[in-house]
């Protein structure tokens, strides 16, 4: 016991060195591996004994029931005692060692954790484990233990589901048949609606439409069910049942058509709109142009007016012409004699 004890101060000593060498490391580590192999019959060995056990039963189980997937309800056992043994690893010392730290943190494969983390790491981890992936805990009464059974819920969906599934095995199905020919759509039609109805209201949420909580043995189940009503016995709903749908898509696609058929015969040629802008040098010019307007038309009224003679200034006019008139016809005379 002191030579576990002096081998145990010597590795801490090493760790805590902050001029520790790896090879010193390493030494310390292949003492603890050489300790745990001197008790290979004791405390922690039978531990590490039973962690490989129920892990290795879980994988052979969880491979087993891989098709239809029933693992969540079949393995519980397995992954239950692998989580005691594991949990015990970590609290059990021998030797003034804690088990999990003679077993774990030695080397880069890290059999026992990567193990533990393959089946039941939880979600946020790095890598999802099977038991968690599957949303198994939500086939089962909370909190998950040795106890623990099927919820409710759970075994009420698998009864439903059982009476489908005999109802199923009772009609042999033909691929070849028409759309709803087969006798099971109308024998299983109520058990089949009333498994789909509870699905729904149970384990879907009425505002997301998803499973990523369901336990995954019901996903699957209702999967399964759904695929062999569909594709195997080609069942589904009549188109009575969709008329609605039918008329609301139909008029859906054929409003555009119309629309643009209305347009293209009702449409009118509308004339181009020019919108212009004025600016404060437009109001000038106008304003100045006004004014030349003005000018010019005061002006041509006085030319008009000036140009217009008197009543009595005419009369002396006409006869100052005469006078030259009769002048020249008389010069014109005496030139004519001569």
């Known amino acids: 016991m002191m030579k576990h004890f002096c081998l145990v101060l010597l590795l801490h000593t090493y760790l805590c060195d902050s001029k520790i060498h790896t090879f010193d490391i390493e030494r310390g580590l292949y003492e603890l591996d050489l300790l745990a192999k001197e008790n290979s019959t004791g405390t922690c060995q039978t531990l590490l004994n039973g962690f490989s056990f129920y892990s290795s039963q879980f994988i052979f189980c969880a491979n087993q029931h891989a098709k239809p997937i029933s693992m969540c309800r079949e393995c519980l056992d397995h992954v239950i005692g692998m989580y ?26 890290e059999i026992v954790q990567a193990t533990y983390q393959y089946i039941a790491a939880k979600r946020g981890e790095t890598n999802v484990g099977l038991w968690n992936k599957g949303n198994c805990n939500n086939c089962y009464t909370q909190p998950l233990g040795h106890n623990s059974s099927l919820s409710e819920g759970t075994r009420e969906f698998f009864l439903r589901h059982r009476l489908v599934e005999e109802c199923f095995n009772e009609h042999p199905y033909d691929e070849e048949s028409p759309r709803n020919s087969s006798i099971a759509c109308q024998d299983c039609l109520s058990l089949y609606q009333n498994l789909s109805d509870y699905y729904k209201s149970n384990f879907l949420d009425s505002d997301v439409q998803f499973a990523e909580h369901i336990c995954f043995d019901i996903v699957d189940a209702m999967n399964m069910t759904q695929r062999r009503w569909g594709e195997k016995f080609n069942c589904g709903r009549k188109l ?13 696609l054929i409003m555009p058509l119309v629309f643009y058929t209305v347009v293209r015969f009702a449409e009118t040629s509308a004339e181009e709109r020019v919108i212009t802008q004025r600016h404060i040098t437009d109001f000038f010019d106008q304003s100045l142009r006004r004014i030349s307007l003005n000018r010019r038309s005061r002006v041509s009224r006085g030319s008009r007016i000036s140009d217009i003679p008197d009543s009595g200034a005419v009369e002396p006019q006409r006869s100052s012409d005469n006078i030259d008139s009769v002048s020249n016809q008389t010069s014109n005379s005496s030139t004519c004699s001569n």
């Open 84 to 109: 005691d043994n594991y949990q015990a690893l970590s609290e059990t010392s021998e030797s003034g060692l804690l088990c999990k730290d003679m077993l774990t943190s030695q080397d880069r494969v």
């Open 240 to 252: 009575g049942e969709h008329l609605v749908l039918m008329i609301a898509i139909t008029v859906v």
